[in-house]
T-cell receptor
Framework: DSGVTQTPKHLITATGQRVTLRCSPR?????VYWYQQSLDQGLQFLIQ???????AKGNILERFSAQQFPDLHSELNLSSLELGDSALYFC?????????????FGPGTRLTVL | AQSVTQLGSHVSVSEGALVLLRCNYS??????LFWYVQYPNQGLQLLLK??????LVKGINGFEAEFKKSETSFHLTKPSAHMSDAAEYFC?????????????FGTGTRLTIIP
């Protein structure tokens, strides 16, 4: 158990819909990362938040957005869903301090778009 | 930009044999390097990491990896494979600077252990 929790574990929805994935980081970790794992694209970095502020952006679609709340949990919002958005979405957290960058991954949310 | 190449999407070894999973990286700045393991229907678990210092790093479950700057490699090894090692393994790189810690992953190597 990494200490990172993600809900829900599974999500099945239809094209055009909007969903929200939730992540709670390990206690004390200020940084949250979102990754997408799909058969086509492999494991890709989407976005990073540090203490409530967006820190880095990867290949995140405009239809996707994220935020980190004052209690440090994070949500990834996916809208206007397409079949190709079906994937496993991981959240990771780290202390993100100088000289140290170990990311701990949650169990993931499997999104199926029908 | 950073990138990782994992040679061999599938590797099969006999139980008790040496495990060698290959990883080469490309980075314009000194990198942090990682190996993660993913068991079926589970998240990613860190096996080991290289940040600075000793180039031979030991991880969990008997795995180790050696950072070779001249070869831009970070191959993962285990002297004797166990059935429980069957999983997918990912090599990853991140920049050696605070404020940009995103992981760039390789495409993964699926390890099969033959009884």
């Amino acid at each position: 158990d990494s200490g990172v929790t993600q809900t829900p574990k599974h999500l099945i929805t239809a094209t055009g819909q909007r969903v929200t994935l939730r992540c709670s980081p390990r206690s004390g970790d200020l940084s949250v990362y979102w990754y997408q794992q799909s058969l086509d694209q492999g494991l890709q970095f989407l976005i990073q938040y540090y203490n409530g502020e967006e820190r880095a952006k990867g290949n995140i679609l405009e239809r996707f957005s994220a935020q980190q709340f004052p209690d440090l949990h994070s949500e990834l919002n996916l809208s206007s869903l397409e079949l190709g958005d079906s994937a496993l979405y991981f959240c990771a957290s780290s202390v993100a301090k100088v000289g140290y960058n170990e990311q701990f991954f949650g169990p993931g949310t499997r999104l199926t778009v029908l | 930009a950073q990138s990782v190449t994992q040679l061999g999407s599938h590797v099969s070894v006999s139980e008790g044999a040496l495990v060698l999973l290959r990883c080469n990286y490309s980075s314009s700045v000194p990198p942090y390097l990682f190996w993660y393991v993913q068991y079926p229907n589970q998240g990613l678990q860190l096996l080991l990491k290289y940040t600075t210092g000793a180039t031979l790093v030991k991880g969990i479950n008997g795995f180790e990896a050696e950072f070779k700057k001249s070869e831009t490699s970070f191959h993962l090894t285990k002297p004797s494979a166990h059935m429980s090692d069957a999983a997918e393994y990912f090599c990853a790189v991140s920049p050696f600077n605070f404020g940009n810690e995103k992981l760039t992953f390789g495409t993964g190597t699926r390890l099969t252990i033959i009884p």
